[in-house]
């Protein structure tokens, strides 16, 4: 039953990384996912795809890589992702590298800073959005952590 139970799991979570992250050759062994019940106040970094279904309160920092939030998922703070999709709820900055996408189930309130934005039909934005800091801030959050990786 249990194996039955997470081979389902599993293709959810390939069904919701092709919805929700970058084609680019993903390798399933390095997406990370926070599941629906979990709630996170803190910092969140990571060297791989992360997928959000739960509520993280706190700066979020996949500067390499994909952020993917999902339906019922809410993110507050700052995230900073190579790309980012929102499917739920996002208030505060959200800063990519490449994209930010807002899904028609998106719902985002705050600063988007990247070269690129889409909002599909139907998602709600409220903030502003500021496609010139990019890489300068990009480019400044890589320098700090490599000064001081425990201070983000």
């Known amino acids: ?12 979570l390939e069904s919701k990384v092709s919805d929700l992250l970058p084609a680019s050759n993903l390798d399933p062994n390095e997406i ?3 599941g629906r019940t979990i709630i996170i106040k803190g910092e969140i970094r990571a060297d791989e795809h992360l997928i959000i279904e739960g509520k993280v309160e706190g700066h979020i920092s996949v500067p390499n890589h994909g952020l993917a939030v999902g339906q019922q998922a ?7 992702a190579k790309t980012i999709t929102i499917g739920g709820t996002a208030k505060g900055k959200l800063t990519a590298v490449e994209t930010v996408e807002i899904l028609d189930t998106g719902h985002v309130e705050g600063r988007i800073v990247a070269k690129r934005i889409a909002i ?3 998602a709600y934005f409220n903030g502003v959005v500021d496609p010139k800091s990019a890489d300068t801030v990009i480019a400044v959050h890589r320098y700090r952590l490599k000064q ?3 201070s983000l």
């Not at 039953?1 to 959810?12: F, I, P, S």
């Not at 809410?74 to 900073?80: G, L, Q, S």
Request: aromatic letters at 0%.
């Open 1 to 12: 039953m249990l194996k039955q139970n997470l081979n389902k799991d599993t293709k959810v």
């Open 32 to 34: 990370t996912s926070i």
């Open 74 to 80: 809410v993110i507050e703070d700052e995230a900073i």
């Open 120 to 122: 599909d039909e139907g």
């Open 148 to 150: 001081n990786p425990e």
